[in-house]
């Protein structure tokens, strides 16, 4: 199925959740609200035949409101075809319901996404941090975490 | 070792242990012999390569990308070259003879993965000599890298747009004597190892995972392929000319250590064919795009041209920049679908890269793998996964 019908059928069921569609370098991407994400992952699945979740990730739009973007690269082992969900999320008490019950895999992915960048997923199985060991302070891939580290001169560019 | 009152015993296994290849940690909990959990712990070589891509220009991201999957440098190249080929548009516009040369580096860094992966998994398990002899055949890769970029593993070879040089005068000669003896090679390490009791006893049945399984904790690669899971994204999602190429995807359905071993030693057949196939088309060329906004000029032109200086100047200095926009590519490394990310904002530098590791997924499958099996089966099911610890941690 092309891209271009599983928006129209996207649309057509959650109308009221569809934010943004974007195509890019032959990439659709669409942005839904967060609340329905595990309805809409779901669907995804069980309609269109995404059994895989390549990967799941945070961005962090520092300064913009809401300042977080979850990020779904989603793959049809079937069709071999891709697609792109999004989903922003305030920075206010960060949160986003888990699509670990969707697929197995977004369990790591999203340890890794609360590790790197404090975004709570609710209802997820085990919420520990991943990369970072157990008592790290602070979530390192945020805009305002100084790529130094804590506790140093945030970085001010190349000094060449 | 803590002994707790529902009589199991809980034990640590690494991050020092040999056979964990790396620094992994695993809290295994026993009930005599057999692990009834076990809990992967992860981290510990973590440097933080996506926080420090997000302070480096486009160009400057190549060489970190050399230390993710470190016995498998150049996939990773491929992997971070093509992403930001697609995020510029300039896909296209690579040279015929710098996709040959990508898809035959490509291919022999899939045979010196898996030969790692056979000298350690079979060291593992007890089987000695085909360390030695996987390791002797690995060294002439090595040799080649060396030759191509000059550093032995670390090779920071591919460029945005091209490649940083030419083949040296007669490697193609000595890459084509390598791939016709390889297959020979293969049939010495199946001689050592398929027919072999103790390695069938260790192997079969062990570590089974179904399909269904394997693609929802995400599984990619040859541990998917040996589930009976027909999907290779060389010939699925063609990338740097593939298409081009007669080679076959080796499926197996035995879902077990058995059959992953077999898929690997069958992918190392095919590689070595897709080097000689390319060594076949190889024709002279540009080894960099006309894109002079983006690849650096040749020397040549840096001292006879003012504008090559110009640009030179600007792209070392400041980098390039990029359309705002984001993308999505996944290629087939060694060890399963290594993908690249990218969110550019119109800088010279990625506003957030996100690399997606094959091994930090399958290593996801361990404790479904283990779990109910023997200690003994723990340390061939880490050698079947083929992890490394490099790109996990990141």
Redesign the interface.
């Known amino acids: 199925m092309s891209a271009q019908a599983i928006v129209e059928k996207l649309k057509a069921k959650f109308s009221a959740e569809i934010l943004d569609v974007v195509e890019?370098?032959g990439?659709t991407?669409v942005t839904v609200k967060k609340e329905q994400i595990v309805a809409i992952c779901t669907f995804m699945r069980d309609d269109f035949g995404y059994?895989?979740?390549?990967?799941l990730?945070g961005?962090?739009y520092m300064g913009q409101t809401p300042r977080f973007m979850m990020?779904y690269?989603l793959?049809n082992?079937t069709t071999?075809e891709?697609f792109?969900i999004k989903a922003p999320v305030a920075e206010e008490g960060a949160n986003i319901d888990t699509v670990s019950s969707v697929?197995?895999?977004a369990?790591?992915?999203e340890r890794e996404c609360w590790d790197?960048l404090g975004i709570k997923f609710n209802n997820h199985p085990d919420m520990r941090?991943?990369?970072?060991?157990a008592d790290w302070e602070g979530h390192?891939?945020r805009k305002d975490?100084p790529?130094q580290g804590p506790d140093r001169e945030p970085?001010k560019g190349r000094l060449? | 070792m803590a002994v707790n009152n529902s009589e199991t015993m809980t034990i640590n296994m690494g991050p020092q242990h040999p056979s964990t290849h790396g620094v992994l940690q695993l809290i295994l909990e026993l009930d005599g012999e057999i692990v009834t959990k076990a809990t992967p712990h992860i981290g510990f070589l973590h440097r933080g390569i996506e926080k420090l891509s997000e302070h480096r220009t486009y160009h400057q991201i190549i060489p970190l990308t050399d230390r993710l999957d470190y016995l498998a440098p150049m996939s990773n190249n491929l992997g971070y070259v093509l992403a930001v080929e697609k995020l510029l548009g300039i896909t296209d516009e690579i040279p015929e003879r710098v996709q040959r040369i990508r898809v035959i580096m490509a291919e022999l860094t899939r045979l010196k993965s898996h030969l790692v992966w056979l000298a350690t998994h079979a060291l593992d398990i007890g089987a000695m000599t085909v360390f030695l002899y996987c390791f002797r055949e690995r060294e002439c890769i090595t040799d080649i890298y060396e030759k191509v970029s000059g550093a032995r593993m670390t090779s920071n070879y591919f460029r945005v747009g091209g490649l940083s040089a030419d083949l040296p005068d007669g490697l193609e000669g000595e890459i084509r004597d390598f791939a016709e003896s390889m297959p020979g090679h293969i049939e010495e390490y199946e001689g050592l190892l398929t027919g072999n009791r103790i390695w069938q006893k260790r192997t079969i049945g062990v570590g089974k995972i179904s399909a269904e399984a394997a693609i929802d904790i995400g599984i990619t690669g040859p541990a998917l392929r040996a589930s009976g899971v027909d999907w290779d994204l060389r010939r699925d999602n063609p990338y740097s000319g593939y298409d081009d190429y007669d080679f076959e995807v080796p499926v197996r359905t035995g879902c077990d250590t058995f059959d992953r071993y077999k898929v690997r030693l069958d992918e190392m057949r095919q590689s070595a064919r897709i080097v000689l196939q390319a060594l076949d088309k190889l024709k002279p060329g540009p080894i960099l795009a006309d894109c002079p906004k983006i690849v650096l000029p040749s020397k040549k032109d840096v001292v006879n041209n003012i504008e090559s200086l110009i640009h030179h100047f600007k792209i070392v200095t400041e980098g390039f920049k990029t359309e705002p926009g984001e993308i999505y590519h996944g290629i087939e490394a060694p060890k399963g679908e290594l993908g690249f990310y990218l969110v550019a904002d119109g800088s010279a530098y990625p506003f957030r890269m996100k690399i997606r590791p094959p091994s930090f997924v399958n290593l996801q499958g361990l404790p479904q793998m283990v779990e109910g099996r023997l200690l003994a089966d723990v340390v061939a099911v880490i050698g079947t996964l083929d992890i490394v610890l490099g790109e996990i941690d990141r």
Request: hydrophobic share 40%; proline share 5%; charged share 20%.
């Open positions: 890019f370098r990439e991407t059994n895989l979740l390549c990967d990730c961005v962090d990020v690269n793959y082992i071999k891709r792109r697929w197995g895999t369990n790591w992915h790197l941090r991943i990369l970072m060991p390192p891939l975490y790529v970085y060449s």
